[in-house]
């Protein structure tokens, strides 16, 4: 099946710092991804739509500013969580629909904010 | 209220058991739903499509009900490799691909 892959897959950063996760679809094109964010034991919960060539649609209640996509490509879409700090701590999981529309997803990232 | 409810569990059942999980949606419009299985620290992978005439795959059958906005995954002889969360997921009536997860029920066999 299609591959979905998402780097780092761990990050520990201190407050206040900025960190980029990737999400690439390695042998498919998306023109749209979807960013999920998890807490422990909670659902997934989208975040936003990154759309190749346009400017991502966040969900509601969820700051553009803080957290920066950037679908620069059909097989790349950046996720940046600005000033991080400790409530932002969760997995980050990208997906991407292949053209059966099956939704494919990243391994996630899990990010712990000191 | 979230528009997927799933009871969290956990569910404890021995190895060999049928168990069945159920899930309800509160968006009528909605037109997609999945089951998907997702293991501890990891992402969730497709476990089945979900279609109101019900679909088998194996051990796992899944039903989908619209009159009552129900769906239901039913898992025969249940193996230890079986232990995971269970997400029930529907499309949100939206066609752009966005998925609305359930908060997962957790299934955990027994030996």
């Known amino acids: 099946g299609a591959v979905v892959s998402q780097h780092p897959s761990w990050v520990i950063c201190k407050s206040g710092t900025s960190v980029k996760i990737e999400c690439r679809s390695l042998d498919f094109q998306a023109t749209t991804m979807f960013w999920y964010r998890q807490f422990p034991k909670q659902s997934l919960m989208l975040m936003a739509t990154?759309?190749?060539?346009?400017?991502?649609?966040?969900e509601q209640g969820v700051e553009k500013d803080k957290f920066l996509i950037n679908h620069a490509s059909l097989t790349l879409s950046t996720l940046t969580v600005t000033s991080a700090h400790p409530e932002d701590s969760s997995f980050y999981i990208c997906?991407?629909?292949?053209?059966?529309?099956?939704?494919?997803f990243g391994p996630g990232t899990r990010l712990t904010v000191l | 209220r979230k528009e997927v409810e799933q009871d969290p569990g956990p569910f404890n059942v021995p190895e060999g058991a049928t168990v069945a999980f159920n899930c309800t949606y509160s968006?009528?419009?909605?037109?997609?739903f999945f089951w998907y299985r997702q293991d501890c620290r990891k992402e969730p992978k497709l476990l089945m499509s979900v279609y109101s005439s019900g679909n088998e795959d194996g051990r796992f059958t899944a039903q989908l009900n619209r009159a009552s906005q129900y769906i239901s995954l039913l898992i025969r002889d249940s193996k230890l490799s079986d232990s995971a969360t269970y997400l029930c997921v529907s499309d949100g009536s939206s066609n752009t691909g966005k998925l609305i997860f359930g908060q997962g029920t957790t299934l955990q066999v027994k030996p």
């Open positions: 990154s759309n190749e060539g346009s400017k991502a649609t966040y």
């Open positions: 968006n009528s419009a909605s037109q997609s």
């Open positions: 997906s991407a629909p292949e053209a059966r529309n099956e939704q494919f």
